[in-house]
């Protein structure tokens, strides 16, 4: 870079700087989904002027009307929303232009895989190329969504540039700052987890950590930005490894008629032994694909244990239709009957007090259960199309499989033949 391209380029980020301090920065916040909708409130509640952009005009007339489209127990949201919004700090467009007044831009779209297990970035592409054109120069783009190692310089950098025509690093700078959260926790993880924020320069690494010191109250830690990328993927996919281990264990467990959580108990009593929770499966929108996002990275290494989990964890719900199907065949021996069996599923979202169904076990089960010739029925306190009283959906069930541990089912008697509580909380 020149002499003039180096002090402009000071220049700009000195400006981030300033506007990030006296709060005069206008943040841009693109897709308003479980994470994205509270990193705008949030920034807003920290002072921002922020402008959140979703594509979903539905979503934008509910936002608009006052309405929280996430559902699910999200303790603050609601409540963080109203102020936000009744202050004038936190307001909702589908149009990218307006983003043209915007210093720095989150992105916050989906990223998911598709049915080869390959990413799908067709979000972050199109948000990519409606952004390029409205990027004001000196502007910060951070990408929150998780991506495969080498997507931003690959992917992103690319398509701002085009649409932009700015130089990286002079007057348009690049982050990567992955999002760690869940639902049911969105705003204190938000607050709470320590972040890891990548860079294109290191000349900006005071501007990031002055951005997200505003409201993220835990460690903040710089490196480049494939690091940051691979660490994220990295964390997801250890998860989804222990607890793929823990369901093999589980599988061991029922076969021997053993209690799987007592195993673990006396387990994780020794020291530096962490067995993770099994379960009916891994759901969600990162768990699922995020072992496929760190394997889609540049390598030559001959993966196996990734998948390996992958596979194990996609059929649990296989596995516990099985083993309903074996307990059923046992009461109908005892009971010398073959009449029609009903099977209540509790719980059809993916984790306890919350409406998210996305890559549900639940649904896979149901699916399974219905291929055997068993009648469903479903409950769940959160999702549309499943609340109401409980016991209008086990009255007269043979069996009843608890597959999402809310909190409403924890002191429930069931009066059936065939009873299986598969998750915890704890």
Same mark, same amino acid.
């Given at each position: ?135 004001a120069s000196g502007s910060l783009v ?12 690959? %992917? ?9 025509? %700015?130089? %990286? ?202 291929? %055997?010739g068993l009648h469903v029925k479903i ?10 009283p409980i016991a209008s959906v086990i ?32």
């Open positions: 870079m020149t002499a003039s391209g180096v002090e402009s380029s000071m220049q700009a980020i000195e400006a981030l700087e300033k506007a990030i301090a006296d709060r005069s920065a206008v943040i841009g916040v693109v897709g308003l989904g479980y994470v994205g909708l509270p990193v705008a409130a949030t920034f807003a509640k920290a002072g921002f002027h922020v402008i959140g952009i979703d594509r979903d005009t539905r979503r934008i007339g509910l936002l608009d009307a006052g309405i929280n489209p996430i559902g699910g127990a999200e303790p603050g949201l609601d409540e963080l929303l109203d102020e936000t919004i009744a202050s004038g700090h936190l307001v909702f467009s589908s149009d990218f232009t307006a983003l043209s007044r915007a210093n720095i831009i989150t992105i916050n779209v989906d990223t998911p895989v598709n049915s080869d297990s390959e990413p799908n970035y067709e979000s972050l592409i199109a948000a990519c190329d409606a952004l390029g054109p409205v990027l951070v990408v929150e969504s998780t991506v495969s190692p080498g997507t931003t310089q690959a %992917l992103v950098v690319p398509r701002l540039l085009e649409g932009s025509r %700015l130089t %990286l690093n002079r007057d348009l700078f690049v982050g990567v700052c992955p999002e760690r959260v869940m639902p049911g926790l969105l705003l204190s993880n938000l607050r709470l987890v320590p972040r890891t924020c990548g860079i294109s320069t290191p000349d900006l690494a005071q501007v990031m950590v002055g951005l997200y010191s505003t409201v993220v109250e835990a460690e903040l830690d710089v490196t480049d930005i494939l690091t940051a990328e691979l660490v994220k993927v990295t964390e997801n996919t250890y998860r989804d490894v222990q607890i793929a281990f823990a369901n093999e264990v589980s599988m061991i467990c029922d076969d021997l008629g053993l209690d799987v959580w007592k195993v673990r108990d006396l387990v994780n009593k020794v020291p530096f032994r962490n067995m993770h929770r099994p379960g009916g499966g891994v759901g969600g929108h990162c768990l699922p694909k995020d072992p496929w996002l760190l394997a889609a990275a540049p390598h030559h290494s001959q993966l196996r244990l990734i998948p390996a989990a992958r596979s194990v964890n996609d059929a649990m719900p296989i596995h516990i239709a099985n083993q309903l199907v074996k307990r059923l065949e046992e009461w109908r021996a005892r009971e010398m009957t073959d009449a029609p069996v009903t099977v209540a599923v509790l719980g059809y979202s993916y984790l306890p007090e919350s409406d998210d169904v996305r890559n549900s076990p639940s649904q896979l089960l149901v699916e399974e259960l219905r291929s %055997l409950h769940d306190p959160f999702v549309e199309g499943y609340k109401g009255d007269g069930c043979q069996a009843v499989v608890v597959m999402v541990p809310h909190i409403e089912y924890d002191d429930l008697k069931f009066d059936c033949p065939v009873v299986m509580r598969v998750g915890k909380r704890q």
